[in-house]
DNA sequence: CCTATTTGTGTAATTTGTACACAATCTATC
DNA sequence: GATAGATTGTGTACAAATTACACAAATAGG
């Protein structure tokens, strides 16, 4: 840290800018999706972008970045998470700028996006198929948070973030398959969900095109807390 | 992120500081150790303090973090990962600072740090007698650091970069268990380094009193890429 | 009432984790 | 130089978890 009051000589003007920039994901038709405005102005003008802004002099870091989820796209209460800080001096071609990336989560169901006066259109993508390039280096935030996501599914309850407030199993199963890119199996898939005790039935059952399945809601008191259970095994030579 | 060139028209007086700190590990004598060195002006005057500073305009922030270490403390070619990005706006006294705390990795017997105009005193401290309360926000980046070590440290080989490059199967063992702060199995233990087949025999062994050990290097192949082997099965209620 | 479809449960085979015993190799001491 | 003590290294039986797959249950449609 700073050992010496010299260090503050330091001209305002040389200080870098800070934003935050968001990676908000849901789903949608069973699909992972993520959330992108239009930039209306150079630079990258016309192409998209992730929500996000500047944060504000008195202003923690979280704060600023549901404020600027919440002003350029209306979506609020979401689950927030810090992600990665990118510093790169050449991401901005204006100015040094150090952005403090998020992910956040919502449920489809629950919100719409609308646009504001900072963005021209905003829109969910799937995230398998981004108009690419993004602005700024928001394609490497936008793979950083999928990583992210992907792993922490899988000793974490992120996933009932993207959920409705109640479910059925065969749905939670493809929320989990959708994100980590493949097929579980349904015996042992019900079984380890059951055994971790996440889950209270709600008694109603909703059809599918076959026998009905169960509804069930996440128990109040595991909704907190980062780690519940582990869906599997890690694997062995994951990142090769 | 900023959609308007107005955003830009923020005055550089409104903008904050950004710092990059630094929480150094090493093994000490079979103990996880951490570097601090002491203030010598206010705020904070006298108190122990992660070794960091200001990040440059036009420098990328791992380049900062290197930086400052090298000049605060000598160390440098050490290993260096991005922890958390702390923005509380109380936690300098003076103004805004946001500070983006890496955490770096470094072979005891390699380096000795030596303390510069910067800093008055610079000290290793056992991570479980650190002095305290340390300067700013520092508790709390450390206890984070703590937590990300160990948790990394079950499915990554980052314990190698605590160790010489040659060291024995117990050796390891007892960085592990230094850190996990947990005894394992020695058994269990061998056997599952061995398989993940980390390790090349250096044909030599070391005395300890017993019988000697084996002396092993790593292979120059596994040394980078995050993931290698998970030590073993996440614990189920882990934060709790 | 039969078939197709989807949900839900059961179970055998395999793999992995755990606990602990025992052999091997050195030092120290008498 | 024999023996005890200490530490490294290997083996193995048992428990637990994972995997793969079979089968029962519940509904719709013809």
Chains 1, 2 share one sequence.
């Not at 930039?39 to 802004?53: H, I, K, N, V």
């Not at 504001?116 to 936008?142: G, K």
Request: no cysteine; aromatic share 10%.
């Amino acid at each position: 840290m700073q050992n010496t009051d010299t260090a503050f000589e330091i001209p305002a003007s040389q200080r870098p800018a800070v934003t935050v920039d968001i990676v908000v994901f849901t789903l949608q038709e069973r699909e992972l999706h993520s959330l992108l405005i239009k930039r209306s102005y150079p630079p990258f003008q016309e192409r998209w972008a992730l929500p996000g802004g500047f944060v504000k002099l008195d202003e923690p870091l979280d704060q600023a970045a549901r404020r600027e989820l919440e002003e350029e796209t209306g979506l609020h209460d979401v689950y927030l998470e810090q992600l990665y800080t990118f510093g790169e001096p050449s991401r901005d071609p204006r100015t040094r700028v150090i952005s403090v990336a998020y992910f956040a989560l919502v449920r489809a169901d629950q919100q719409t996006p609308h646009t504001s006066n900072e963005s021209s259109e905003v829109r969910w993508f799937p995230v398998r198929e981004l108009p690419q390039p993004l602005a700024f280096d928001h394609d490497q935030i936008l793979r950083f948070a999928v990583d992210r996501l992907r792993s922490k599914l899988e000793y974490t309850t992120l996933a009932f973030q993207l959920l409705p407030q109640v479910f059925t199993l065969p749905e939670l199963k493809q929320t989990y398959e959708q994100i980590l890119g493949e097929q579980l199996d349904r015996g042992n898939f019900y079984r380890k969900i059951k055994e971790a005790a996440l889950l209270e039935p709600v008694g109603q059952v909703r059809e599918s095109g076959g026998r009905p399945a169960a509804l069930y809601r996440f128990r109040a008191e595991r909704r907190e807390g980062d780690f519940v259970f582990r869906w599997r095994e890690a694997r062995i030579e994951r990142d090769r």
